[in-house]
């Protein structure tokens, strides 16, 4: 066990001896904390009703799409994640093998997160890479 102690993990499940399974790692911590903030609508969480991001389901996909999702998850992680020292956000597209493409795709209607973050008390940057997809009609 580490300084910061474990937490529960997110999304709830068990591990091998049937009880609670919990993260001890501080980048586990940290991005388990970056994925509930991104899934996380406001207002779900009646204690912190300020907590995730607005609904974008019937928003346009457009640059301008794009630069409001990647300001407002970054302004959520800032204010609720005290593990991280700088952000930066940036909204692209997942290719089929995975990798993230940096220019959004209208016709695709999917919006991948690229989170760049680094911890405090570390000066090495870390990523991960959140999908976010929107069903379309077609």
Do not use: H
């Amino acid at each position: 066990m580490n300084i910061q102690g474990s937490c529960l993990s997110f999304p709830f499940r068990a591990d091998l001896r049937g009880t609670l399974a919990t993260v001890s790692d501080r980048d586990a911590m940290i991005r388990e904390s970056i994925a509930a903030i991104i899934e996380t609508r406001k207002g779900e969480r009646v204690m912190l009703p300020d907590y995730g991001i607005a609904d974008y389901v019937f928003s346009v996909v457009d640059g301008g799409f794009a630069a409001r999702l990647g300001y407002e998850v970054k302004i959520q992680i800032e204010r609720y994640e005290p593990l991280v020292a700088s952000v930066q956000v940036q909204a692209g597209t997942q290719a089929e093998d995975g990798q993230f493409i940096s220019r959004l795709v209208v016709d695709e209607q999917r919006v991948a997160l690229l989170v760049t973050y680094t911890a405090r008390g570390s000066n090495m940057p870390r990523n991960l890479v959140y999908p976010l997809w929107r069903l379309s009609d077609a």
